[in-house]
């Protein structure tokens, strides 16, 4: 695709986002920036909270990712359906009730200072990593797509990537975040359903033989029950409720925009609509993984580079000019997506659980500066590093750091036993030392079985224990 075509289509979807920020963040101030003061239509946060929550990682990671896995990953999207159910019937009215900006100011009602910290010091590393994951993603497209003519090297790339988000989040925060997604998830899913509509022109089938040869196909199998295997379904099913728990339900990131509804009833409203599209939406992108790979073997094309890099080569070079653009806007919606809220909920988590929330402007402005560069550098370095499929990596990453998060939560939502506060940084810093030695030697310690995405869960029970271990009862 012509190098102008590509910076053209950037720079047009930017300069939108541009827009919508001046409109969404005039006369705003802190309780602006943190909460949207409370005034978003439901129905709006929840088409928003599609596109971030598939981020660049499902729209670039998954449809490469069923070439080596089927449809087995849709195992793990029925178990996020009930996760969302779990975190709209428990955790929403509790927050609500409890009128929280950061959900970790839980932790230190619940329990003491040193667990609320602890809490939402691994929310900070959880996000910055995650958040960076999914923004190597586009960077790499961007990559790809652009820079590599001109000779720009990545470190450029990411920087320029990460400069244009700070540019329209700074001013207006999760009320500009809010209108922003909505734009996002629109770009993104019709980014999709014209790739497959091109695919299926240029295959010459009918919507009766596309639906045949996406059901048909030996990659859409679904269901796998081989026990000792990572993808079984009872670990993949378990495993996605626990990390919908964790990385939304336990996420700043997540239920910020949530928090910004006008009320419980409203935000619960949100996620049980949003559950069923997220849910609608993954088996689009799964569909979509198959046809790329029948396309390739029809046309005789050579698949050869990783997963990660499947949609975008054949976009981009074999889909002809408008699939190649509907790509790129779908795939900068994504990274922005996910980013620009993850970068505005490490902000909001900082200033409020290590700052106390009561910041200047200034101040604010400068810890979002630097939660920029720490992206920055963490990018940087795990392209140096990655060799995995990024969806692999970031649920992979999940399982150690949000581990923690989740055995606090359903401790002290599970009994009324007091804790230790001064051990508890203690046990949550073990429990992933102790999580990773029992991954390391599982096959061995249970005879073949080796963990997958549930290694969360695991992670999330050895900290349950710790903290029943520092316990005492509570008068």
């Given amino acids: 695709m012509n190098t102008w075509i590509v910076f053209g289509v950037v720079f047009g979807y930017f300069a939108l986002l ?54 087995s990953y ?4 029925l178990g996020n359906l009930v996760g969302y159910w779990v975190v709209a019937q428990v955790l929403i009215p509790l927050y609500y009730r409890l009128k929280l900006v950061s959900i970790y100011t839980y932790l230190n009602q619940r329990f003491g200072f040193r667990t609320y910290k602890t809490g939402s010091f691994f929310f900070l590393v959880s996000q910055t990593i995650g958040a960076s994951f999914r ?32 540019c329209y989040t700074f001013r207006g925060g999760i009320k500009t975040i809010v209108w922003t997604d909505t734009l996002q998830t629109l770009f993104m899913l019709a980014s999709v359903v014209i790739t497959i509509i091109v695919i299926a022109k240029k295959l010459d089938l009918n919507n009766i033989e596309l639906v045949n040869s996406v059901k048909n196909h030996e990659y859409s199998q679904v269901f796998n029950w081989d026990w000792q295997s990572p993808r079984n379904f009872f670990k993949q099913f378990l495993a996605g409720i626990a990390v919908v728990i964790v990385m939304n339900g336990l996420d700043q990131n997540m239920m910020q925009k949530n928090l910004t509804c006008k009320n419980t009833k409203e935000a619960q409203k949100n996620v049980y609509y949003f559950s069923f599209s ?67 909920a490490l902000t909001t988590s900082f200033c409020v659980d290590f700052l106390g929330g009561d910041v200047t402007r200034k101040k604010r402005l400068l810890i979002h500066l630097i939660f920029s560069i720490i992206m920055f550098f963490v990018i940087v370095v795990f392209d140096i590093i990655n060799n995995d499929s990024v969806v692999t990596a970031v649920f992979k990453v999940a399982g150690y750091t949000y581990g923690p998060l989740l055995g606090l939560f359903v401790f002290g939502m599970g009994n009324k036993r007091a804790v230790r506060d001064r051990w ?12 990773y030695v029992l991954n390391m030697y599982s ?9 997958g995405f549930e290694l969360l869960i695991a992670n999330g029970l050895i900290t349950f224990i710790g903290l029943w271990i520092i316990s005492y009862r509570s008068k």
């Fill in 18 to 71: 541009m827009i919508v920020s001046w409109l969404t963040s005039r006369n705003s101030n802190n309780e602006t920036f943190f909460t949207g003061n409370r005034q978003s239509p439901w129905y709006l946060v929840a088409f928003g909270m599609i596109g971030a929550s598939l981020s660049g990682v499902t729209f670039i990671s998954v449809p490469g990712e069923v070439g080596n896995t089927g449809w």
């Fill in 74 to 77: 849709f195992q793990f999207v």
């Fill in 135 to 166: 923004l190597f993603l586009v960077a790499g497209v961007l990559q790809l797509a652009f820079f590599n003519a001109f000779h720009i090297p990545f470190w450029v790339t990411v920087l320029i990537t990460i400069l244009l988000i700070w």
């Fill in 278 to 344: 997220f849910v609608l939406a993954n088996v689009l992108f799964l569909s979509l993984g198959v046809l790329l790979y029948v396309f390739a073997q029809q046309q005789g094309i050579s698949l050869s580079g990783k997963s990660d890099e499947v949609y975008a080569f054949l976009a981009l070079n074999h889909f002809g000019l408008l699939a190649g653009v509907v790509f790129l806007l779908g795939i900068t919606a994504a990274a922005y997506s996910s980013a620009d809220s993850a970068l505005t």
């Fill in 424 to 435: 508890v940084p203690v046990v949550c810093l073990l429990s992933p030392i102790l999580t």
């Fill in 443 to 451: 096959e061995s310690l249970f005879w073949g079985y080796r963990f």
